[in-house]
Structure formats: C-alpha cells, structure tokens
C-alpha cells in the first residue's frame, strides 16, 4: 500500500510516496482505511527532524486523518471516523489505538473530518482545561486564519464567548470571520485596537500560536485575571521570557497547553473532550474551515505552503477519492 513518508530528514524535499507493509494491529487498535489526512505543523518539524519525537528514517508522516473503519475494537467496519497518531496516519491504512478513534456524524465529510482531531482537540483542551473559559468572556486568537485559530475560534463560539481575531492581512480577516470570529484586527498595532474593542477593559483569555514579537502586547492586551495560553512558536523568533512582576501586579496568569503530552498520560481524557466536542458539531457551530487540497504526491508542496504562511484553514491531502 502507498504511504507518504520521511526518507530523508531535508525537510520537505526528503518526502517521498513509497510501498509500504500492511499494518499489523496489536490489541486494542483500530485498522482504518483512510481517505483524507490533515497536514500539520508537527508534519514540517518531523521532516527536519526538529520534533521532539524523533523515529528513525524512512517512517511516515500524518497526525491526524478521517476514513472508514476496516476492523478494530469500539467501532463496526464501514464506520465512518477520524483520529490521530503522533505521526503515522499518511498511508492506505493505518492501524490507531482505539481511545484515540472517534466516530463522524454523517454530515461531517472525510476532509472535514481529517481537520478536526489534532485542531479542535487542542483547542477544547487550551480554553476548557486550561483557560476555564466561561460564558460571556472574550478570547483573543492569533494566527487566528490558521487550522488551530480557526478551531479555537469555533470552540470558544460554541462554549459562549466572544473572539476576536489576529490575523495579517484582509484575506486571513475574512477566514476568520467565515469561521465565526466577531471580529478581527490586523497583528500590527493589535493592542490597541483590542483595548478600542473592549473599552481599555481588555481580554479574558489570550490563545498565542506564534510567540515571538506578539507575546508581551499578548500580555498587556489582557484583563485583570486573564489568563494566556502558549500553544506554540510559529513565528520562529524564538522563545518569549515574562516578567513576572507584570503577572504579580495584573493577576494575570501565563498558562501552557500542552494537549499531547497531557493525553499521551491520560487517554481516557480523550472521551471525555470528543463528547464536549460532539454536540458542537452536530449543531453547526464547530464546521472545520478545509483551505487546500493537495494530493499525496504533494504532500511537500502542502508543507511548503504552510511553512510560507499561505495556508488558509486547514489543508488536507486526500488519498482517495
């Protein structure tokens, strides 16, 4: 069966389609038949070998992927579902624990459906397990136009509070109000226009993807008890250092999310988040915004795209029609 997979540790020029083995489920996994896999950010690191999983060449890429269920523990073959490994779901098939298997509703497509676990999943987890985000409060996104903005986006609608994106430029603007976003600011001159929109009041909850030169206006856009999450670096300029006197006089709190790491000790954690999730979108309001589609000898190409910040949503590499 064909797998996209990491041959060389390059970047995307060491990306290369090759056969591989049928997978051989050990107990308690799921075989699934993929038909569409999210491309992300973990993909492009795993390909430098930057990631702080580091398997050894050739092995394939894919954190997360939608398709329909061949045999497995929990789920009937022909289900149709989505799930995640920490790499590995870009192939034919591909055999996943079943914790980390959820079943689609109808009308949730393959794609849609490959841009929801590692995205949405982070984002249930920053705003309700880390953030404890109330009804009422406001959040704001970074990188708001990207699969994890979008999503948080998405989340924190359906959770009751108001958002207000961060974005570049007027295209990525837009992305995020498809998505739900009441409104967006451009990242230059960010802070003040938060502090226009809210009165000086400022935000409840700040979701940083980016770090770098945003961080410390992150800081000071936000309310008295607001909290900041760090997510990640996307901005490439390095780790920010917080002052915590800034902290100590604002009671505001700097938070990390780290989703993997906590689901890697408490799986079932997982089932608890797909059923927070689950009525989000069968009403609607968690609909996975799918920018491009790349078949799977472009997976590269996708990589290369998002490392340019051209990506808008989530993009996603289809290995069957």
């Given at each position: 069966?064909?797998?996209?997979?990491?041959?060389?540790?390059?970047?995307?020029?060491?990306?290369?389609?090759?056969?591989?083995?049928?997978?051989?489920?050990?107990?308690?996994?799921?075989?699934?038949?993929?038909?569409?896999?999210?491309?992300?950010?973990?993909?492009?690191?795993?390909?430098?070998?930057?990631?702080?999983?580091?398997?050894?060449?050739?092995?394939?890429?894919?954190?997360?992927?939608?398709?329909?269920?061949?045999?497995?523990?929990?789920?009937?073959?022909?289900?149709?579902?989505?799930?995640?490994?920490?790499?590995?779901?870009?192939?034919?098939?591909?055999?996943?624990?079943?914790?980390?298997?959820?079943?689609?509703?109808?009308?949730?497509?393959y794609d849609a459906g490959a841009a929801i676990p590692l995205n949405y999943l982070t984002a249930?987890?920053?705003?309700?397990?880390?953030?404890?985000?109330?009804?009422?409060?406001?959040?704001?996104?970074?990188?708001?136009?990207?699969?994890?903005?979008?999503?948080?986006?998405?989340?924190?609608?359906?959770?009751?509070?108001?958002?207000?994106?961060?974005?570049?430029?007027?295209?990525?603007?837009?992305?995020?109000?498809?998505?739900?976003?009441?409104?967006?600011?451009?990242?230059?001159?960010?802070?003040?226009?938060?502090?226009?929109?809210?009165?000086?009041?400022?935000?409840?909850?700040?979701?940083?993807?980016?770090?770098?030169?945003?961080?410390?206006?992150?800081?000071?856009?936000?309310?008295?008890?607001?909290?900041?999450?760090?997510?990640?670096?996307?901005a490439g300029q390095g780790i920010p250092e917080v002052k915590v006197n800034r902290l100590l006089?604002?009671?505001?709190?700097?938070?990390?999310?780290?989703?993997?790491?906590?689901?890697?000790?408490?799986?079932?954690?997982?089932?608890?988040?797909?059923?927070?999730?689950?009525?989000?979108?069968?009403?609607?309001?968690?609909?996975?915004?799918?920018?491009?589609?790349?078949?799977?000898?472009?997976?590269?190409?996708?990589?290369?795209?998002?490392?340019?910040?051209?990506?808008?949503?989530?993009?996603?590499?289809?290995?069957?029609?």
């Open positions: 069966m064909r797998a996209v997979q990491v041959v060389d540790t390059t970047g995307p020029d060491g990306i290369a389609v090759t056969d591989v083995a049928e997978p051989q489920p050990a107990d308690g996994e799921v075989v699934v038949e993929v038909h569409s896999v999210g491309v992300a950010f973990p993909d492009l690191l795993l390909s430098r070998g930057q990631y702080q999983v580091r398997p050894e060449v050739p092995f394939t890429l894919g954190v997360d992927c939608a398709g329909t269920v061949v045999s497995g523990p929990g789920s009937e073959p022909g289900q149709r579902v989505c799930g995640f490994l920490v790499h590995g779901c870009a192939a034919e098939r591909v055999a996943i624990p079943a914790s980390q298997v959820f079943a689609l509703p109808d009308s949730v497509s249930q987890f920053a705003l309700d397990e880390r953030a404890g985000l109330r009804e009422g409060e406001t959040v704001l996104v970074h990188g708001a136009a990207g699969g994890v903005g979008t999503a948080t986006i998405q989340v924190a609608k359906g959770m009751g509070a108001r958002t207000i994106a961060v974005v570049s430029t007027e295209e990525k603007a837009q992305v995020a109000r498809d998505a739900g976003a009441d409104e967006a600011v451009m990242v230059d001159g960010f802070k003040d226009a938060v502090a226009e929109l809210t009165g000086g009041a400022g935000v409840d909850v700040v979701l940083d993807v980016v770090g770098g030169d945003v961080f410390t206006d992150s800081l000071r856009s936000l309310a008295p008890q607001g909290r900041l999450l760090v997510v990640g670096f996307a006089l604002n009671n505001t709190d700097v938070r990390g999310v780290g989703w993997g790491a906590f689901v890697t000790r408490f799986p079932d954690h997982l089932a608890t988040q797909w059923q927070a999730l689950l009525p989000l979108l069968e009403s609607g309001v968690v609909d996975p915004p799918v920018g491009a589609t790349y078949a799977a000898e472009d997976y590269a190409r996708a990589l290369v795209d998002m490392d340019s910040r051209r990506t808008l949503g989530k993009s996603v590499v289809r290995l069957r029609d």
